[in-house]
């Protein structure tokens, strides 16, 4: 499955600024999940990772002229998980996470992050 609107894309990233700085770095926490096509991330980064699927890894360079940001940035990104969002996340404009305690393992429960 590839990245697209309305999908729950799990990814990990390094954050670098221009001099090559690491600001950020969750390649060893848990995938960050945010809704595609919603406000969750920068609407740069969006397009960068669209057409990706999981396992997919990507450089992507936000710069200053691009009027988004103020400083030069460069993401390594890791494609973790890309998902069909559910009505409610749609709705809601950002992911919800399963219920971890609600069911067993093939359960389909959900709560709000």
């Known amino acids: 499955m590839t990245i697209g609107k309305d999908h729950v894309v799990s990814i990990r990233y390094v954050m ?26 920068l609407t740069l980064l969006q397009e960068q990772l669209t057409g990706l699927k999981a396992g997919d ?31 409610e996340e749609i709705l809601l404009g950002y992911p919800v996470q399963p219920a971890a305690d609600a ?3 093939d359960c389909e429960c959900y709560e709000l992050k």
Not at 69 to 79: A, G, K, Q, R, S
């Open 103 to 105: 069911c067993d393992s």
């Open 57 to 87: 890894k990507k450089t992507v360079c936000l710069d200053a002229k691009s009027g988004h940001t103020t400083e030069d940035f460069v993401f390594e990104v890791i494609i973790d998980d890309v998902r069909v969002a559910l009505k």
């Open 16 to 41: 670098k600024d221009s001099k090559g700085s690491v600001l950020e770095d969750t390649l060893q926490a848990k995938p960050v999940s945010y809704l595609h096509g919603s406000a969750g991330i």
